[in-house]
C-alpha cells in the first residue's frame, strides 16, 4: 500500500469521480476524508470504505462557503492530526456562449481555492 500512514480530504466525494477518487486513495492505505455537500451521501461512502477495511469519515462541506470549509479542514485536523493529499474536486461544470463567461465565472473559480487555502 502506497498511502499508509497519509491522511486525504477529497471534496465532492459522495458520489462520481471524487468517490471513486476516495476509494482508490482508501485502497492504498491512506485515511480519507469524505468531504461533500451531502452529509448522507459522504456518511454512506465513509462506511463503504470502511466496510472494505478502509479509514474513513464522512464531513459535511460546502466548498463556496470559507466558514464550512474552514470548519470542516479543522475537524480532519483535530481528528487525524495532518493533511497529506488534498482532492479538490467539487467544482462546476458551466455551459455557455463565450461572451457570458465574465465576472461570475471568475467569482466561482476563485471558490475553488478556498480548500487548499484552508
Ligand atoms: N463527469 C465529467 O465528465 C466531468 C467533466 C468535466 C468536469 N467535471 C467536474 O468534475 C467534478 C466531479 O464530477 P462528477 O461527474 O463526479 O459529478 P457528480 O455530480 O457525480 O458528483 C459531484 C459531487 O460533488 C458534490 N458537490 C457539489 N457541489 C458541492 C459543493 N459546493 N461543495 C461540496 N460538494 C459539492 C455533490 O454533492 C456530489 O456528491 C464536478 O465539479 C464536475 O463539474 C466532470
Do not use: F
Request: proline share 3%; charged share 15%; with cysteine.
Amino acid at each position: 500500500m502506497k498511502l499508509a500512514g497519509k491522511t486525504a480530504v477529497v471534496t465532492g466525494a459522495a458520489s462520481g469521480i471524487g468517490k471513486s477518487i476516495a476509494q482508490t486513495l482508501a485502497a492504498e492505505g491512506a485515511a480519507v476524508a469524505i468531504a461533500d455537500l451531502n452529509p448522507a451521501g459522504a456518511s454512506a461512502v465513509a462506511k463503504e470504505i470502511q466496510a472494505a477495511g478502509g479509514k474513513a469519515l464522512g464531513i459535511a462541506m460546502d466548498v463556496t462557503s470559507e466558514e464550512a470549509v474552514n470548519a470542516g479542514i479543522r475537524q480532519v485536523a483535530d481528528t487525524w492530526g495532518t493533511i497529506d493529499i488534498l482532492v479538490s474536486n467539487a467544482g462546476i461544470q458551466i455551459v455557455n456562449p463565450i461572451q457570458d463567461y465574465k465576472s461570475p465565472i471568475g467569482r466561482r473559480c476563485s471558490r475553488s481555492i478556498l480548500t487548499a487555502r484552508s
